[in-house]
Nanobody
Framework: QVRLVESGGGWVQTGGSLRLSCAAS????????MGWFRQAPGKERQFVGG????????SYGDFVKARFEISRVSDKNTVYLQMNSLKPEDTAVYYC?????????????????WGQGTQVTVSS
């Protein structure tokens, strides 16, 4: 069973930055495509960004607008989400996910494994 653990969430003021990390464990030697989603209270889960298994391809939600960058450690199931120019509307629980798909997955039903989430709060 693959386990994903997120870290790096917290509180930041508007315009600030945070870097989220996610590491997979669980006795598998496979490399997964990885992604980040977020969910704010009362809202649906939203795709933030994804990276292919190779790390060569990325995709982002429309709202990101070059503020966030997803990256991964080569050949490792460790992924980062660098978030800059944060806004109060970015406040949400951020979830890491892993997929057996080699290409970038942008829909939550394409992902096989999920972390528990890390809270990001942006104050105005």
């Amino acid at each position: 069973q693959v386990r994903l653990v997120e870290s790096g969430g917290g509180w930041v003021q508007t315009g600030g930055s945070l870097r989220l990390s996610c590491a997979a464990s669980g006795g598998t030697s496979a490399t997964y495509g990885m992604g980040w989603f977020r969910q704010a209270p009362g809202k649906e889960r939203q795709f933030v960004g994804g990276i292919s298994r190779s790390g060569l391809t990325t995709s982002y939600g429309d709202f990101v607008k070059a503020r966030f960058e997803i990256s991964r450690v080569s050949d490792k199931n460790t992924v980062y989400l660098q978030m800059n120019s944060l806004k109060p509307e970015d406040t949400a629980v951020y979830y890491c996910a892993a997929t057996t798909q080699s290409s970038v997955a942008i829909s939550d039903d394409e992902y096989d494994y999920w972390g528990q989430g890390t809270q990001v709060t942006v104050s105005s």
